[in-house]
């Protein structure tokens, strides 16, 4: 199935947004999902992953800032985006691939073999 991103929206500086990504496939036994995003002109940047052992981690620019999540009932994983700031202001795509342990080494967001369309966050000063 294809992942499908939703939540992204316009914003001021400080607001906050909540990226969901329907993942249906990815979230049970042993995946990596993730989050990257890319900027007009400009190159894709990993902003956080989720691994199945759950090992979590963030870009620096968003530590203390954005949240990785899922709800396996759901299939769904999230990004909450919070204290935004106008050089946040990106398409954000959600990734993920299955891998065939749990824990299974998995390589950045932005290499995932798996991504969305993207959801289009903009946020004004």
């Known amino acids: 199935a294809p992942l499908v991103e939703s939540g992204g929206g316009s914003v001021q500086t400080g607001g906050s947004l909540r990226l969901t990504c329907q993942a249906s496939g990815y979230t049970s036994f042993g995946y990596c999902l993730g989050w990257f995003r890319q900027a007009p002109g400009g190159e894709t940047e990993p902003v956080a992953r989720?691994?199945?052992?759950?090992?979590?981690s963030y870009a620096d620019f968003v530590k203390g800032r954005f949240t990785i999540s899922k709800d396996e009932a759901k299939s769904i994983f999230y990004l909450q985006m919070n204290n935004l700031k106008p050089e946040d202001s990106a398409m954000y795509y959600c990734a993920a691939e299955r891998t065939l342990t749990i824990g299974g080494s998995c390589p950045p967001p932005d290499r995932l073999a798996n991504y969305g369309q993207g959801t289009l966050v903009t946020v004004s000063s």
């Open positions: 989720l691994d199945s052992d759950g090992k979590i």
